[in-house]
């Protein structure tokens, strides 16, 4: 007979990650009430489908129902655990389970950065947790470490690969030098990609992380809708192999460094260079580089998705709940208030850009002298083959404002050397 005392939960959502979740819970037990001191029960599974076959069995006793409010209103749950995904019906049961006095544990990145606020309010307001460890970068810690690991410092910067899909699609594309749509159709027949890949691939995904990241290291709320995002979809292998000929490897990056005038934030491919660990980061993993005043540099890596990574996560935040203690849910005593942002025209970078030209003389004297009109200036020069469409030339540009970078290709763009729209992506320092 158990003695230890009793946790109930309510799960919605029994897919990828709720099927991990209840493989972990049934697989760790002996672990999970060592560390808990507590036995979790689980009581309710409520799914769309009921008569779906699962690929994991639910707990002898455990009842599989349609209805939300099983969960939600039931006195007996202690934890509501929200595991569908979407923007509703996920956020009206979180709701209704916090303003019943549960604990919520979720994964729902894309729901707490367009209606956070209004759910750590509540939440705040009934004095329990909203736990979301396995809202960002899947299986590694990042949550915690930004909210309890690192709250001795003030954080400078952080960084990350915070989409599998994306690092999967840019990976094949370096290093088996496929083209963007055969390493799209491998990542989706290999489960990385969702049919619709657009979330992932056009960097809304990573955005809506990255808000959650800036709430924790920053205690400020970004507004998702003021996020700069530019996704990989137009990516070229010709960028990719150029990248790799000056040393370095393309990267989508959600960003955000402190500066004297406020947060410079965003999403967007980066050239890293090839000796920094977020450039050795491949296939579906995640990585995240934190820079703390006080701890220096700190780097995680892992997998950033799959049922028993992520499901990982969530029993982590189960136990944190069970074990009852109160940490602020957002990691900031006070109540967030909006971000001061750096407007995005206003950020400084410096700059990789591919034209193709057609070749005659005087275009490089040309190209120079439009950059040099809005103070920017080339560090390095290639051209090289020519192609039906011209003959690629690419500029590695030295630090300057996105403005200027962006008004000197548009003056350039009117130039009648010019065969195609200029390519341009940031460079990591
Ligand atoms: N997959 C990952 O690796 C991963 C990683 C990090 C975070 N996440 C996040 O975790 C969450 C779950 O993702 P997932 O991949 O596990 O999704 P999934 O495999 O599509 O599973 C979703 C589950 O929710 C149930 N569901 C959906 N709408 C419902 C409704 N209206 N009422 C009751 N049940 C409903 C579905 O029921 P049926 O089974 O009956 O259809 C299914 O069991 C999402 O927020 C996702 O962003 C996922």
């Known amino acids: 007979m158990n003695s230890l005392r009793k946790v109930t939960l309510g799960l919605a959502g029994f897919g990828t990650v709720g099927g991990g979740l209840v493989e972990i819970l049934q697989k760790n037990k002996a672990e999970l009430e060592a560390r808990a001191g507590c036995q979790f029960v689980l009581k309710t599974v409520v799914v769309r489908d009921p008569s779906r076959v699962r690929a994991v069995a639910l707990p002898e006793g455990t009842r599989l129902s349609t209805s939300l409010s099983d969960v939600t209103d039931d006195p007996d749950i202690d934890i509501a655990v929200e595991l569908m995904g979407g923007i509703e019906p996920p956020r009206s049961f979180i709701l209704r389970a916090l303003e019943q006095g549960k604990h919520v544990v979720t994964a729902n990145k894309a729901l707490l950065a367009e209606a956070g606020e209004e759910l750590f309010r509540l939440a705040g307001k009934k004095g329990v947790r909203l736990l979301y460890e396995a809202s960002v970068a899947g299986g590694i810690p990042v949550i915690q470490t930004l909210k309890e690991s690192l709250a001795g410092n003030r954080i400078q910067s952080v960084e990350g690969i915070l989409n599998g899909t994306s690092n999967y699609i840019l990976s094949e594309m370096s290093s088996n030098g496929k083209d963007f749509a055969t390493a799209l159709a491998d990542a989706q027949a290999r489960g990385y990609a969702e049919a619709d890949p657009s979330l992932d691939i056009d960097g809304h995904d990573t955005a809506h992380k990255l808000v959650l990241l800036i709430r924790l290291a920053f205690g400020v709320d970004y507004p ?206």
């Open 224 to 429: 998702y809708s003021q996020m700069p995002v530019q996704g990989i979809r137009n990516m070229d292998s010709m960028d990719i192999e150029f990248a790799r000929e000056f040393g370095y490897r393309v990267k989508l990056l959600g960003r955000v460094r402190r500066t004297e005038k406020g947060l410079e934030a965003g999403v967007f491919p980066v050239l890293v260079r090839h000796t920094y660990l977020l450039a050795r980061v491949g296939g579906a993993f995640n990585a995240i580089r934190i820079e703390g005043n006080a701890i220096g540099s700190l780097f995680l890596h892992g997998l950033g998705a799959g049922a028993l990574p992520t499901g990982s996560a969530v029993m982590s935040d189960i136990v944190a709940a069970a074990r009852g203690t109160m940490p602020f849910n957002t990691g900031f005593a006070a109540p967030l208030h909006t971000a001061d942002i750096v407007p995005p025209a206003d950020a400084v970078s410096s700059y990789y850009v591919r034209f193709m030209i057609k070749d005659q003389p005087g275009v490089l004297h040309a190209l120079t002298g439009d950059l040099a009109e809005f103070g920017v200036s080339i560090a390095q020069a290639i051209q090289k083959g020519e192609r039906d469409d011209g003959v690629p030339l690419v500029l590695m540009l030295h630090a300057a404002r996105v403005q200027d970078v962006q008004s000197a290709l548009d003056k350039i763009a009117a130039r009648d050397f010019l065969n195609a729209p200029a390519v341009a992506y940031r460079v990591m320092d």
